[in-house]
């Protein structure tokens, strides 16, 4: 591509760039959403043998014994 074409390239990102500031101050917010909101499962998450117990009937689900 030549100067020219790269010229048009940036131009129309940087347009597209101002346009969508543009719209965002006019009727965005940046208001926490519900959905966005963490509960103490996500900040607690289960133990992974709780959600998978062990198969193996010898095992205490608390994974290999350390020596």
Do not use: H, R
């Not at 790269?6 to 346009?19: E, N, P, R, S, V």
């Not at 959905?35 to 117990?53: C, D, G, R």
Request: glycine share 10%; no cysteine.
């Amino acid at each position: 591509g030549s100067q020219s074409e790269w010229a048009i390239t940036f131009g129309i990102t940087a347009a597209l760039g101002i346009i969508s500031g543009i719209v965002f101050l006019i009727w965005g917010s940046a208001d926490v959403q519900p959905w966005s909101k963490f509960s103490n499962a996500t900040l607690y998450p289960p133990n992974l043998s709780q959600i998978y117990p062990s198969k193996d009937p010898n095992s205490n689900g608390q994974g290999p014994e350390k020596v």
